[in-house]
């Protein structure tokens, strides 16, 4: 009986599920970490294209919101000063439930004169 309760076989299976938790938070904050960087480069995208269609006269803001995926058209905001256009997007939230409000990612883009 004692060898047996000495014996270590299931530990791994043990020490697995004690870092799961942690595992899985390693993994929402990377996912995370991508749909910002994500958002980012829609952003910088949609401000460039916006940008060259502005300076050829076309309509900066459809433009920009065809550079856009869809999930981010949904509380974008284009705006044009002069001939510099600023794009800003909503950072979309992993975690469902949790505010937001906050999280843009906001990119400009000039045409070099």
Same mark, same amino acid.
């Given at each position: 009986m004692r060898a047996r309760l000495r014996d270590e076989s299931g530990q791994a299976s043990f020490e697995v599920l004690g870092m799961l938790p942690f595992l899985l938070l390693v993994a929402l904050a990377s996912w995370q970490l991508m749909l910002g960087a994500w958002a980012c480069t829609q952003a910088s995208n949609a401000a460039r294209t916006a940008s060259r269609v502005h300076g050829r006269?076309?309509? +900066?803001? *459809? /433009? /920009?919101?065809? /550079?856009?995926? *869809? =999930?981010?058209? +949904?509380?974008? $905001? &284009?705006? $044009?000063?002069?001939?510099?256009?600023?794009?800003?997007?909503?950072? =979309? &939230?992993?975690? =469902? @439930?949790?505010? /937001? *409000? @906050?999280?843009?990612?906001? $990119?400009s883009a000039e045409l070099p004169s």
């Open positions: 006269g076309g309509d +900066e803001r *459809k /433009a /920009a919101r065809g /550079a856009v995926s *869809k =999930p981010l058209r +949904e509380g974008m $905001r &284009i705006r $044009r000063d002069g001939d510099r256009v600023t794009v800003r997007v909503r950072i =979309p &939230i992993v975690v =469902p @439930g949790l505010s /937001a *409000k @906050g999280l843009r990612a906001t $990119r």
